[in-house]
């Protein structure tokens, strides 16, 4: 997902629409919207990785629904043998489907002019809250990496790895950020790390210079958000730092 946002933030629009598309169903297991079933990920599963998002139809997603997308569960050998869908994820994920049918539309419109989908688009951006034109011709590059940008942050926010942090680690009882102290930036390394009152927290190279942790002294005290790795690794890095 930070691959995505960078090619976004950097007006890589093609290259982060292409990306978005083929991957965001993998990085939304690793978030918690499909359960794996079963051992390791097999070539097979890559395959049914990329059409995840597809199951759940823009019809059904406008209504807030994904009763076709549990039947096809249920219908479809393949997508049965390797996933489930669990409850609690079930209308996050009928949001988050819009989602990649909205990048979708602008992804097919920018590679191939394509406008196939067009006459559901703007029920998608008015259920999305999008102020868009009528018409998908009127998307400014700036538009598309804005939407690209807020889809992300929509699907990483609702996935179960985010709300499952909300029991855990150190932080306000008023807010969602978490707090410690800065331990150490290594540049020979390009990262750095957050003590906090449990394990030590991990800030990657990019983020921590963007804020200017690198050049913050140690023992400082920092608020961050909690991420995780877009590998499906299980493992969190630190986010939006910022220096108290």
Not at 31 to 57: I, P, T
Request: charge should be negative; aromatic fraction near 10%; hydrophobic fraction near 30%.
């Amino acid at each position: 997902m930070r691959t995505i946002e960078w090619c976004a933030k950097h007006q890589l629009t093609q290259q982060a629409l292409c990306l978005f598309t083929e991957h965001i169903s993998t990085c939304m297991v690793s978030l918690g919207y499909f359960e794996r079933k079963g051992g390791c990920k097999s070539a097979a599963e890559g395959d049914v990785d990329r059409d995840l998002c597809k199951a759940c139809s823009i019809e059904d997603a406008l209504r807030g629904s994904i009763s076709t997308l549990k039947d096809l569960a249920e219908k479809d050998g393949q997508f049965s043998q390797h996933y489930s869908i669990p409850n609690d994820m079930q209308a996050k994920l009928a949001t988050a489907s819009l989602w990649y049918h909205h990048i979708r539309i602008l992804r097919n419109f920018v590679a191939h002019s394509s406008t196939e989908y067009d006459s559901n688009h703007g029920n998608i951006c008015d259920a999305l809250g999008l102020d868009r034109r009528n018409s998908i011709e009127r998307y400014t590059q700036s538009e598309i990496n804005d939407d690209i940008l807020e889809a992300l942050r929509e699907i990483e926010q609702n996935g179960k790895g985010w709300t499952a942090l909300q029991g855990e680690g150190t932080k306000n009882n008023q807010s969602n950020h978490y707090y410690g102290k800065k331990k150490s930036f290594l540049p020979e390394k390009n990262c750095g790390f957050i003590s906090t009152d449990g394990d030590d927290v991990y800030v990657r190279g990019y983020d921590a210079k963007q804020c200017g942790f690198d050049s913050w002294p140690k023992g400082c005290e920092v608020e961050f958000d909690l991420r995780y790795n877009e590998n499906g690794d299980g493992r969190q890095h630190a986010v939006n730092l910022k220096r108290m």
